[in-house]
Structures are given as C-alpha cells and as structure tokens.
C-alpha cells in the first residue's frame, strides 16, 4: 500500500487551530487580558510671575524720567494689588498666522472674567492719559452690547461647562432697536414742546396727537372690504360655474375666506365667511352629480388623456367637496353643547353656525346618493337634540325632505339608524321634535309578516338548485357580468329592483317600530309619548300581528291614568281604534271602552284653548267609519249627533270636516239617516247627552237640529255644506276629513280657500229721488211766493 503523505494546511488554519488548542489549555494570554498602563496626568505647577529686564530697570530711575507722581503711585497701587499684572506683557509681539474661527465658543463665567482683565490691562496699555480713558469708557458705553446665544452645555470632569455663541442681530431687532430711540426722541420733543408752552404735559395730549379711528371710519372700513369680497366671490364663483374641469382651483379663495384668520393673522369679518359657505354650497350643488364616484388606482393602467383628465378632476372634486365639509362641521360644531355648559353664544357666532348647518342640509337634501351623504348625516342629526329651535326645525326639515325623495333607500335608513342611536343615548331627555320627521316616511307596502314567507320561498328554491345540474364555468362568468353590468346600470339611474326597494323598506320599518317600542318600555310618560302616538297611528298597517293585543292593552292602561294629560288620553285612545281597524279580524277585542272615552271627551273641545284637539277628535271618529260595519247602530247615531253638536262650537275647517264625517256615517248607515226626519226622532224617545256610554244614550230620539242654524254661518263654505247635508247630497267631493282640516285651516289668520270680496252695487253712488206730494195746495203756494220773493243775487258791499 501506499504511504498517506501529510495533508497540506493553510498556514492561517495553522495559526487557527494551535490558538484554538492553546485557549483551551489556559495557556492563551489575549490583548484584553493585559494590564492597561494608565498614564497619569501630572499636576499643573502655577507658574510665578516673571518680569522682563526692561521692566524691573523701569522700577528705578527711568519711570521718574516717563511718569509723573500721579501716575506712579497708581501704577504701584495696583501691583500692589495685581502682582502679576504685567506678567503676560510680551517682549516681542508676535505675529499670529491663524485665521479666527467663525464661531467663538466660550463659557459666560469665563467671559466676564476676560471681559474685566481687557479692561484692566487695557486702561493701563493703552495710554496713560485720563482722558483718554474716560473716552474709551464712553466708546465702549455707546458700543452696542454682542448678543450671545446659549448653546447645549458639555460634560467635563470639574462638571458642566457652559457655551454661548455671538449672534448677529436680525433686521427685526434692529427695526426694535431703531423705533425706541425714535419714540425717545418724540417724547423728548414732545417734553420740551410742553416746557416751552409752560404747561405740564398731560395723557389726553398725548392721546390726541395719535390717529383716533371713529365709529363711522370703521363701519366704512368694513363695508368696503363686504363689498370687495362680494365681487370676489361673485367672480370666483361665475368663471368657475362656466368651466368647472378647468377653474375648479378657484375654490381655493372660496374656502380661504371661510377661515376665522387671514394669513396675516387679523381676524375674518363673519359677513365674508357666511358669503362664501354659501357661495361654495350653491357652487356644489351645481357641478356635484347625483352618482357618487368610486375611484380606482389607475398609477399603473396607462389611460387616455380624456379619461385621465376626467380621473383627475373627479380626484380634485371629491377633495375640495371634503375640505369644505370638514370647515362647515367646525362652523357648526359650537351649537352642540354639553350638559352643564350655560354659556350664551354671541350672535355673530351663532349666526354663522346656523348657516353652516343649513349648507350641510342643503348638500344632504340636494344630492343624498353623493360621496360623503353619510358623513353629513352623521354630523346633522345630533342637532335634533339642539336647544336652538331654528337648528332643530331646519335638521328636521331636512330629513323630510330626503324621506321624500330618496328613490334607493340607503340614506333613509341611515339616518333613521342614527336617530335610533340617538334615543338610546338620550333616553327621555330627547326633544319630542326629533320624532316627528319619521312622520314623513314612505313606508306603504311593506309586509312584516311576509319575511317568514320569503325565507321558506328561499329554503325551497335552494333545494331545488341542488337537483338543477351545475353550469359550465363560461356560463357561470358570462351570468356573473351580466349581473354586474345591470346592477351599475340601476345605480347610475339611482334606482333598485322592487325586491331591494323592499327590502331597504322592511329594515327601515322595523328600525321605526324598535324606537317606538323602546319608548313605550322604558319612558311610558316622557315627553315623546305623543311623537311615539302619532307614528304609530300612522304606521298601524305595517306593524306585525303578533304585536296587536299587547300593543292594545297597553294603550288602554294609559287612557285609564288619571293623572295623564286629556290630549294625551285621547291619542292613546286614536291609536288603539286605529290599530283595531287596521287589524280587522285578526283581532277580538272590544273597542267600547275606546269608543265611550271619544264620545265623552269630545264635547270639552271647542274654538278656545282646546281646538288643537279637535283634529284628535276627527282621527278617531274616522276609525270608527272606517270600521262602521262592525259597530252598532245606536253608537253610531250617537257619533253622527256629537259630530253635528261640534260643528257649532269648533272653528270653520274642523266644523266642515264634522260635516263630512257625518256624510259619511249618513251613507254607510241608514239608521243615522233617520236622525234627519223629524218626526221618527221625535216619536223614539228622549236623547240625553250627559250620559257617558254612546249605546245608552238614546240617540234615535235626537234630531240634527244644528244644521239649520249651521246655514247662517260667515263661512261660505260652511254654509253650502250644511246646506247640502239637509238635502242629502255630498258637502264636499273627493275630500277626506282631515284633507279638509288642513285646507281650510284659519290659523294663520286669512280665510283658506280666500272669500270673495262682495260685488260693488253700482247704484249705492245714486241720491235717491223721493217724489214730494203737497197736502195742501193753498200751503205750497205761500212757499213758492216766499222762495221767489227772495233776492239771490249778492253785492260785494253788503256786509
């Protein structure tokens, strides 16, 4: 076999391994293991002052032939004090060939040290002369003083040594230093002025000589800058109206000017920044689209120049649009005060507040599909709650308005969402107002108890899917972009399919009804029981089955409570007939009681305080109508008496709606129309009216008397109808009672539909022309003579 040769190693592998194996051994002594020599810093010896030859020959008789005995006596006075003042005077002056750093670092101690020996040297240096000395004191006197700035201290070992730094002065501290000398002069000037007159200055001199701004300067002031302002934005706004992708940056000044401070600091006038929310409101409104823009990063798809620049300006708008929104918010914000907070708002910012807020409603009212419509009704509907009533009715307003015109219903149900928020936040320390703009909604054919059926529709059908045999996957992305291409067709004509629009429509009612519901739980007797009354009433068709009987024994327990309020039982008592008659058979619950309580608490409703009640009164007799078949015939003679009773004592529009109502009740009853005939009325018994049950009361006894006395009315209208009814024929055609009311309402204190002024008779202007018969014809004679026997004719002397 052949002999291994050695293998061959590296002679860094070498070193390698025997420093590995001497460092295992212990034997290894590394740089770090060796004991540091530190060197120590010997002490600094004071050197003792030396003086020069020429110095110590000066002491004899040479200093007697340059100095006087003044002057020696000082100089020996203060080497007495300062031996070594003359240590550091050099033999020979030597040239410095180092230039002079920019920045001087040196501590403030050792400043003034330095600052006091250059004095001292310097006064003995320089010259010998006093009044040389006294001149360069003064020199050094109106030498203005180096600003030094403190820079960051440094560490050392005797501890921190401070730094500062020369720093020239900037042109501002020299217009400083330039005025104070001025206004030192013009007091000088004005002292002397004084003394020469020989009267001692006063303030009021003083204050007459500077400019006085009168009242009338700065209103004119002011109405020339309103006027300034007008024009520019008037400007601004008209060259951006006729080109909006181009001029859209002349939005800028617009939101500037809605800033509380200019960029020089001086206050905005409030006038300007009212002018330019509004401006900039009816700007948005005009160039904003009724589709909201969704935008897409388009840095790495290359677009055509249209394209792109429709891209960019879309990109502009929407920031310029938020921009805007965020300055209104702040405008408005100062409205929203917490609890405890008393403070009166000055005038000029609650005016700007309240036009801010009617911008935000403008721009939620007007493009309700637009980006940010959801932030707006965030921010707008906490001032419902507002103690300002103008906030509250323009906010309220608001939201009618979008209830009417929504078409999708994604902004209704948010903002009716966020008015839930707000009673479970508020509770009963709400505003009753804040309710009554549900009032307004759209909800008409939505089903609740339908959803069970649609979910089991939907179970049935996914069942039969799995039997269907699956599609090809070209079919299934062909269905797929056909649908999308026909959902964003329905949101540009911002219009959803009926089953959507259903849809949004059934969580919208069902958001209502958990408010009302809440209320009528937890706060049975706050202040928006009469809110939570009237919406029921009104919604009453949509609300589930299984809620009817609980809702109903829970109405009649607060008719019963004493302590309520009268209008307040009577509208527990309209809700629970309207949500009897919306029932229909689903429900079997006698409505007597209801009907007892409306006919006694009628007759307490007259013109006076109480007529606000009557529109109470017609609601609920109109449920009784419209249930007329279900109800017996003494109660509703009964009805049609108390309503012919209440046409006499209400105002025209709500005796004009009893009329009608009792048109109604004439024709869906023929026992009520044998209250028109007399003589049957009278041959039935006795009618009392005091009694409190409407079956008891006799009511075929009575006649409609009040009729007759109803056709002498001032009311023309009223007077035809009462006319009509005793003919049997219809007072009013295609009119309901309450579209009656709210016709003919007088409030506001002109006749609705206007009278007619009467027709000028013509012949009012015409003396009549009596005939005169003589008795005697001896006696007409006698006055005939004597009337001609008078001379007519009248001279100018005679007196």
């Not at 730094?163 to 020239?168: D, G, S, Y």
């Not at 689209?289 to 502009?316: C, F, G, M, N, W």
């Not at 309700?368 to 932030?375: E, I, K, L, R």
């Not at 919406?535 to 327990?557: D, P, Q």
Request: net charge positive; hydrophobic share 35%; charged share 30%.
């Amino acid at each position: 076999m052949a002999k291994k040769g050695k293998v061959k190693i590296s002679k860094i592998k070498r070193n390698n391994q025997t420093t590995n194996k001497m460092k295992k051994q212990g034997q290894l002594r590394l740089q770090r293991h060796r004991n540091k020599v530190q060197k120590q810093k010997q002490p600094v010896q004071a050197q003792q002052p030396t003086y020069s030859s020429d110095s110590e020959s000066a002491s004899g008789d040479e200093w007697a032939d340059m100095l006087d005995e003044e002057e020696q006596k000082y100089i020996m006075a203060r080497l007495a004090k300062q031996p070594h003042l003359l240590s550091n005077v050099p033999e020979e002056e030597k040239n410095d060939t180092k230039k002079p750093k920019k920045r001087k670092r040196i501590s403030m101690n050792q400043t003034a040290a330095d600052m006091d020996l250059s004095s001292d040297s310097g006064a003995d240096t320089e010259t010998d002369n006093s009044d040389v000395e006294e001149k360069y004191e003064m020199e050094m006197a109106e030498r203005p003083v180096k600003r030094l700035r403190p820079l960051l201290p440094i560490k050392t070992k005797d501890g921190f040594l401070e730094r500062a730094e020369e720093c020239e002065d900037t042109d501002s501290d020299q217009e400083q230093t330039n005025e104070a000398p001025a206004s030192e002069s013009k007091d000088e000037v004005l002292q002397d002025a004084d003394s020469d007159s020989g009267m001692e200055g006063t303030g009021e001199e003083g204050e007459a000589s500077e400019d006085v701004v009168t009242t009338v300067e700065l209103l004119a002031a002011r109405r020339d800058k309103l006027r300034h302002e007008k024009l520019r934005i008037g400007a601004l706004c008209s060259s951006l109206l006729e080109n909006p992708e181009k001029k859209l940056k002349n939005l800028f000044p617009i939101l500037y000017l809605m800033e509380e401070h200019l960029k020089d600091g001086t206050p905005n006038l409030v006038s300007v920044r009212k002018l330019a929310a509004l401006s900039a409101a009816e700007v948005f409104r005009d160039i904003l689209p009724d589709y909201a823009i969704r935008h897409q990063d388009y840095s790495d798809v290359k677009l055509k120049k249209d394209t792109l620049a429709l891209y960019k300006y879309e990109k502009e708008l929407l920031e310029f649009y938020k921009r805007y929104l965020q300055r209104l918010e702040k405008a408005a914000f100062v409205l929203r005060r917490k609890k405890g907070d008393n403070r009166k708002l000055e005038d000029s910012t609650k005016s700007l507040a309240l036009v801010a807020l009617r911008c935000m409603c403008m721009l939620l009212s007007s493009r309700p599909h637009f980006n940010f419509a959801p932030n707006i009704a965030q921010s707008v509907i906490p001032f419902l709650d507002c103690r300002e009533a103008e906030a509250r009715a323009t906010v309220a307003a608001c939201c009618s308005e979008v209830f009417a015109e929504d078409n999708k219903g994604d902004i209704t149900l948010k903002i009716v969402r966020l008015i839930s928020q707000l009673v479970k936040k508020r509770g009963e320390r709400l505003h009753p107002s804040a309710l009554d703009c549900l009032l307004t909604l759209k909800i008409r054919d939505v089903d609740l108890d339908a959803e069970a059926d649609l979910k089991h529709k939907k179970r049935q059908e996914e069942k039969h899917k799995k039997r269907i045999v699956n599609l090809s996957k070209k079919e299934k992305k062909r269905v797929k972009k056909l649908k999308e291409v026909e959902r964003e067709l329905l949101e540009t004509e911002a219009r959803e399919s009926e089953e959507a629009r259903k849809k949004q429509l059934t969580e919208v009612t069902k958001t209502v009804f958990h408010i009302y519901f809440r209320i009528l739980k937890n706060a049975p007797r706050s202040q928006l029981l009469e809110a939570v009354l009237n919406g029921l009433a009104k919604f009453t068709h949509v609300i589930n089955v299984e809620y009817y009987s609980e809702l109903v024994g829970l109405l009649s327990r607060l008719c019963g409570e004493e302590g309520a309020s009268s209008r307040l039982r009577l509208q527990c008592a309209r809700t629970a007939l309207a949500v009897l008659a919306s029932a229909g058979d689903a429900l079997s619950f006698d409505p007597a009681y209801f009907h007892a309580f409306i006919y006694t608490n009628s007759l307490a409703v007259h013109a006076g305080a109480t007529s606000e009640d009557a529109k109470i009164i017609i609601e609920a007799v109109t449920q009784i109508c419209s249930r007329a078949r279900r109800v017996s015939g003494e109660v509703l003679q009964a009805f049609a008496k108390r309503l012919a009773t209440l046409a006499t004592q209400l105002p025209h529009n709500a005796a004009l709606a009893c009329l009608q109502l009792l048109h109604n009740l004439l024709q869906s009853s023929t026992a009520v129309q044998s209250l028109l005939d007399a003589e049957e009325a009278s041959a039935a018994g006795r009618y009392d009216a005091t009694l409190p049950s409407p079956e008891h009361c006799c009511a075929r006894g009575a006649a409609l008397h009040e009729l007759c006395a109803l056709r002498r009315h001032h009311q023309p209208a009223l007077r035809a109808a009462a006319a009509a009814l005793l003919a049997r024929n219809a007072p009013l055609h295609n009119r309901t009672p309450i579209q009656i009311y709210e016709e003919y309402d007088g409030s506001q204190m002109a006749f609705k539909p206007a009278i007619p002024p009467p027709k000028r008779n013509e012949q009012s202007n015409k003396r009549p022309q009596h005939a005169h018969v003589w008795a005697q014809a001896d006696f007409k004679k006698h006055c005939e003579s004597v009337d001609n026997s008078v001379q007519l004719i009248f001279s100018e002397n005679v007196r």
